[in-house]
């Protein structure tokens, strides 16, 4: 009976268990990798059968891919042996080689109806679309190769495409995957991407194949079409981090393929070479500070904790124009004050009450300054300069006060102590050429009331206001350092701003930037 049983049943048995350890193996290679699935592993080495000659499919696979090169250095590249065997491979696929401008020396490319160069800056006697990407995108996929890579003859674009989709299955916010060329360098990281603040910060996620970036190594890079050129700037160099930036701004996530035995460095342009090195990287310093400014990113931490500034110095102007009703240009762009501004503005108040402090001068903090100072112990987040208070006596007691009184004058730090062109009141700009600054008001007492000869309208706080809060004058943590304030602080922003001023925040002049 037993054995009519099996013999009978066997097989059914045999199938249904087999069907489940396939799938079950299936689910957790996919979340694994992407994790990695095995199916798509792209074990098969007859590659050319595949493609070199193959029937409709393989032509079809190759035609829904374009192949980009954007990464190379016009004074040396490999450009022409990149395009040529990346078009001996994949006749079917456009190669697409973007530059900024005409590059000198020429390149030398094979004269080839899928090779096509184009010339970002454009050109009198061609036509817009000719310097434009887009319109020779037409393909479901697009692949960034880096300069002077080559592709393993067992890639193969069908099987890249069934791991970009298992991907997405799997997570649908991933819209890029990545080839790491050198593994062992290389991180997945976390970005943090705050438009508001101009900032963007790095953080490693180990032992992780999804992420927002990857940093260490070149890298190829497959996405579709149509999220590329939903990228407000899809070929801005460098790739990396500009493209991994715009990506998770939109909330997005990549992929990183760890298995990658398909790509390779073939020559080594640069490493071999110090001054060619040293080109390069100064050339991509220049090109990320242009990037930076594009985007609007003024402050990048890399994953190693250290911060690189893109924004303003002392040698260059502030980040911002002429402010206008007391609304900077920023505010109308939903951005706070650049993290390069406020990183001078508290330099300058550094200095500017050392050197009070050392003169026995008397001050403290005024109007919006002292409002930040309570709030959070910072200047205010959309705040553009900084305001203090001093007894007019008390110029007599400053060298640099009385200095400046005839014309301005730099001090031994780069300062630049001077009298304002808008009233009887004194300035100290953080440099020459960048005029972020602090604003002194000399202010006197007539019948134990503060007064002073400079007022402005749109200036809600500025009003006269008793001796009292003056005596004593407190302490309280501003920009890293203790600062003299008023005493009663809450009750003399509310009698010069009204009640509630430190809970609800608002801007100068908040009507124009309501959305």
């Given at each position: 009976?037993?054995?009519?049983f099996f013999s009978r049943?066997?097989?059914?048995w045999?199938?249904v268990?087999?069907a489940?350890v396939?799938v079950?193996s299936?689910l957790?290679?996919?979340?694994k990798?992407c994790?990695v699935?095995?199916s798509?592993s792209?074990?098969?080495t007859n590659?050319?059968?595949d ?9 079809h696979?190759?035609s829904?891919f374009?192949f ?12 022409t042996n990149?395009?040529l065997?990346?078009s001996n ?5 456009t190669?697409l ?8 020396p ?7 109806q ?6 970002l800056?454009?050109?009198?006697d061609?036509?817009f679309?000719s310097?434009?990407?887009n319109?020779?995108v037409k393909?479901q996929?697009?692949i960034?190769v880096p300069?002077?890579?080559q592709?393993s ?7 890249a495409e069934?791991?970009?989709l298992?991907?997405?299955r799997?997570?649908p916010?991933v819209?890029?995957?990545v080839?790491?060329l050198n593994?062992?360098t290389?991180k997945?990281?976390?970005?943090d ?7 963007v910060?790095?953080?490693?996620v180990p032992?992780?194949?999804?992420c927002d970036?990857i ?11 149509k999220t590329?050129l ?5 070929f ?9 930036i715009?990506?998770s ?5 990549v992929v990183?393929n760890w ?7 073939s020559l ?6 110090p001054h060619?090195n ?6 991509e310093r220049?090109?990320?500070k242009?990037?930076?400014?594009r985007i ?5 931490r890399?994953a ?17 124009g002429t402010?206008v009703?007391d609304?900077p240009?920023?505010i ?6 650049p993290?390069?501004?406020l ?15 050392e003169q026995g ?7 919006g300054?002292?409002?930040g100072?309570?709030r959070n ?5 959309w705040d553009?300069?900084v ?9 007599v007691k400053?060298?640099h006060l ?18 304002a062109?808008?009233?009887e ?8 050429t960048?005029?972020?600054?602090v604003?002194i ?26 001796e ?6 407190e302490?309280?943590?501003f920009v890293?350092?203790q600062?003299?304030?008023?005493n009663?602080?809450r009750?003399f ?8 001023v ?6 100068p002049?908040a009507?124009p930037v309501?959305?």
């Amino acid at each position: 009976m037993a054995r009519l049983f099996f013999s009978r049943f066997w097989p059914w048995w045999l199938l249904v268990a087999t069907a489940l350890v396939n799938v079950l193996s299936l689910l957790y290679i996919t979340f694994k990798t992407c994790d990695v699935p095995e199916s798509v592993s792209y074990s098969n080495t007859n590659y050319k059968s595949d493609y070199v000659g193959a029937g409709v499919d393989a032509t079809h696979d190759q035609s829904a891919f374009t192949f980009v090169l954007r990464e190379f250095e016009d004074f040396s590249n490999d450009v022409t042996n990149t395009t040529l065997k990346l078009s001996n491979v994949f006749r079917k696929s456009t190669i697409l080689v973007i530059a900024d401008n005409h590059v000198y020396p020429p390149l030398k490319l094979a004269d080839s109806q899928n090779i096509r160069f184009i010339n970002l800056h454009g050109s009198v006697d061609k036509p817009f679309l000719s310097s434009q990407p887009n319109s020779f995108v037409k393909s479901q996929y697009v692949i960034f190769v880096p300069d002077a890579v080559q592709v393993s003859d067992r890639f193969r674009l069908r099987e890249a495409e069934k791991f970009f989709l298992a991907c997405q299955r799997v997570n649908p916010l991933v819209t890029m995957v990545v080839w790491p060329l050198n593994r062992s360098t290389t991180k997945c990281v976390r970005l943090d991407v705050d438009l508001k603040k101009w900032t963007v910060s790095q953080e490693i996620v180990p032992n992780n194949s999804t992420c927002d970036a990857i940093v260490g190594s070149q890298f190829v890079l497959l996405l579709t079409t149509k999220t590329l050129l939903e990228l407000p700037y899809p070929f801005l160099r460098p790739l990396d981090p500009t493209m991994f930036i715009q990506n998770s701004v939109q909330g997005h996530k990549v992929v990183v393929n760890w298995h990658n035995t398909f790509f390779y460095q073939s020559l080594s342009l640069f490493e071999n070479d110090p001054h060619k090195n040293w080109k390069h990287e100064k050339n991509e310093r220049i090109r990320q500070k242009e990037a930076f400014s594009r985007i609007g990113i003024k402050r990048f931490r890399h994953a190693t904790g250290t911060d690189e500034w893109f924004g303003c110095g002392k040698d260059t102007p502030r980040c911002f124009g002429t402010v206008v009703n007391d609304m900077p240009e920023f505010i109308y762009q939903n951005r706070w004050t650049p993290p390069c501004c406020l990183r001078a503005l508290r330099m300058t108040v550094h200095h500017v009450f050392k050197i009070l402090s050392e003169q026995g001068v008397r001050f403290w903090l005024e109007g919006g300054s002292l409002l930040g100072a309570i709030r959070n112990g910072d200047i205010i987040p959309w705040d553009y300069d900084v305001d203090i208070g001093i007894y007019r006596d008390d110029i007599v007691k400053s060298s640099h006060l009385l200095s400046c009184q005839s014309e301005a004058f730099e001090d031994e730090k780069g300062f630049i102590w001077e009298t304002a062109t808008e009233g009887e009141f004194f300035r100290v700009q953080y440099s020459r050429t960048n005029h972020l600054h602090v604003d002194i008001f000399p202010f006197y007492s007539v019948n134990g009331t503060m007064t002073k000869h400079t007022w402005f309208k749109t200036h809600r706080q500025d009003r006269e206001f008793p001796e009292s809060f003056l005596r004593p004058l407190e302490a309280i943590s501003f920009v890293g350092i203790q600062a003299p304030i008023p005493n009663n602080a809450r009750r003399f922003l509310e009698f010069k701003f009204g009640d509630g001023v430190i809970e609800n925040p608002r801007y100068p002049d908040a009507q124009p930037v309501q959305r």
